[in-house]
């Protein structure tokens, strides 16, 4: 499976944006597709994931509410929809694909998208 996160932009706070993901190879050799978030200064952390099949969806507390995962099997796209956007959520944005564990663990996801930026000005 192959990843490729786009959509990343400048936009101002309680905006919403959504950045999305192609999914190419074998979306389900995998049963979990998820988004990453890293900010300047920071590792990298979890922000939720959705099973390509169920299309069940989990996320981190910070994010709870305000970010929702949604897949469009037919177009092998992932997106994630961000909405009421802080300054905080400011990061490089990567999905990358589950490979075993717990979720927000960077070491259970082994295929990586290379990231898109979004800049959330106050």
């Known amino acids: 499976v192959q990843l490729q996160a786009s959509g990343g932009g400048l936009v101002q706070a309680g905006d919403s944006l959504r950045v999305s993901c192609a999914v190419s190879g074998r979306p389900y050799s995998r049963d979990y597709i998820g988004w990453f978030r890293q900010a300047p200064g920071k590792e990298r952390e979890f922000v939720g994931r959705i099973n390509w099949i169920s299309g069940t969806t989990s996320y981190t507390d910070s994010v709870e509410g305000r970010f929702f995962i949604s897949r469009d099997v037919a177009k092998n796209t992932m997106y994630l929809q961000m909405n009421s956007l802080k300054p905080e959520d400011t990061a490089v944005y990567y999905c990358?694909?589950?490979?075993?564990?717990?979720?927000?663990?960077?070491?259970?996801?082994?295929?990586w998208g290379q990231g898109t930026l979004v800049t959330v000005s106050s």
């Open positions: 990358a694909a589950h490979q075993g564990g717990s979720f927000y663990y960077v070491t259970s996801w082994d295929v």
